[in-house]
């Protein structure tokens, strides 16, 4: 059974860097084509993609976010780390990470974490 | 970015009801089409991908179907565990793999 945790913090001032782990298990890690996928929600609004990192170390940004993301990984602990630079009160959103294999969906999600950016 | 759209944006619906969700997208994106559900407080879940190949353990009550830019999904009779948010999301080549804004589905 593959599982995925958020972890970081639920809080943020603007401007600063946010930084977010996602730690795996379960998982197929000789499969080229696995990945863990960053996906955000701000409070009642709809999903947005902002990230995917192939376990091969192969990494994909949304465009509109690329210049204050980075994507990350920890083999040996199993880990995904997201990094977002600047951040925004429009920033705040639970926070998802999620398991895909070969990029195009996601089929096991983490439980999400939220994250307040505000002063 | 391609966008998604979704009709339509609530639904009321009973228990038994036959329920048929559209997303349609900006331009085509032959078969990259997945749907997720949403419950309150809840990571969303793989209903559907590819457009019309169910995940595994989830009931053949829900089905996909569509391509290029028009697509639905079909609940054939609603069960009380079904009322929640769907969303569409299309996986075609071209970065941020886009979701719809949602169809909130009621009783």
């Known amino acids: 059974q593959i599982t995925l945790k958020e972890s970081g913090p639920t809080l943020v001032k603007p401007t600063q860097t946010l930084t977010l782990t996602c730690t795996l298990s379960?998982?197929?890690?000789?499969?080229?084509?696995?990945?863990v996928g960053w996906i955000r929600q701000p409070p009642g609004k709809a999903l947005e993609w902002l990230a995917l990192?192939?376990?091969?170390?192969?990494?994909r940004y949304s465009p509109s976010l690329n210049s204050r993301l980075t994507i990350t990984r920890d083999t040996s602990k199993n880990q995904v780390v997201l990094t977002m630079t600047n951040v925004d009160p429009v920033d705040t959103a639970t926070y998802y990470c999620?398991?895909?294999?070969?990029?195009?969906?996601?089929?096991?999600w983490g439980q999400g974490t939220l994250v307040t950016v505000s002063s | 970015d391609i966008q998604m759209t979704q009709s339509p944006s609530s639904l009321s619906a009973s228990v038994g009801d036959r329920v048929t969700i559209t997303c349609r997208a900006s331009?085509?994106?032959?078969?990259?089409l997945n749907w997720y559900q949403q419950k309150p407080g809840k990571a969303p879940k793989l209903l559907i991908y590819?457009?019309?190949s169910l995940q595994s353990g989830v009931p053949s009550r829900f089905s996909g179907s569509g391509s290029g830019t028009d697509f639905t999904l079909t609940i054939s009779s609603l069960q009380p565990e079904d009322f929640a948010t769907y969303y569409c999301?299309?996986?075609?080549?071209?970065?941020?793999?886009?979701f719809g804004q949602g169809t909130k589905l009621e009783i």
């Open positions: 999620a398991h895909t294999t070969g990029g195009r969906f996601f089929d096991f």
């Open positions: 379960g998982f197929s890690r000789s499969t080229s084509t696995v990945g």
């Open positions: 990192l192939y376990w091969t170390g192969d990494e």
């Open positions: 331009q085509s994106i032959s078969s990259y």
């Open positions: 590819g457009a019309s």
């Open positions: 999301q299309q996986s075609y080549n071209t970065l941020p793999y886009t």
